[in-house]
Structure formats: C-alpha cells, structure tokens
C-alpha cells in the first residue's frame, strides 16, 4: 500500500513538472506574441492608421481595388476578359 502511495506521488511530481514545463513555455510564447502585436501595431500607427479601424480601412480599399478594376476593365478594348 505504501509503495502505491509512492508511485502515486511521483506522478504527480512528474505531472506537475510538466506542467511547469508547459506552463515556462507557453508564458515564454505569450511575451514574444505580445511583442509581434506591439511591432504590428506599431506599423499600423507609422502609416497613418488607427489599429482599431484597421477592418474598415482593409474594406475601403477592397472597395477601391474592386473600382479600379471595374475603371480599368471599361477603357481596355472590348475582348474576352475572364474574371479570376
């Protein structure tokens, strides 16, 4: 019985170290995918964006991509044009 109280607890030293392991690496994972965030969101500031308007800015120029397609379409000549 007392054996069975050993193995029990080494597994649990084993299991908690792992834990602590998994725990190391993930706190470790958070920082540097705090610092990626910073620097983008650092970027997004230097070109004149506000961060949290960065989905409307995307949609705006999707829009724009889409009219400068369209303008560019209707002054080439009439052919078979496919769309992607």
């Given amino acids: 019985m007392a054996a069975d109280y050993e193995k029990t607890i080494a ?9 602590k392991s998994m725990r190391f690496r993930a706190e470790a994972k958070l920082e540097q995918l705090n610092k990626q965030k ?10 004149g964006l506000e961060p ?14 889409d009219v400068l397609i369209s303008e560019s379409r ?3 000549p009439t052919m078979d044009i496919q769309e992607d």
């Fill in 74 to 76: 209707e002054l080439l």
């Fill in 38 to 47: 910073e620097e983008i969101v650092n970027e997004i500031i230097s070109m």
């Fill in 11 to 19: 597994q649990l030293k084993d299991n908690l170290e792992k834990a």
């Fill in 52 to 65: 949290e308007n960065i989905d409307k800015e995307i949609e705006k120029l999707k829009k724009e991509i």
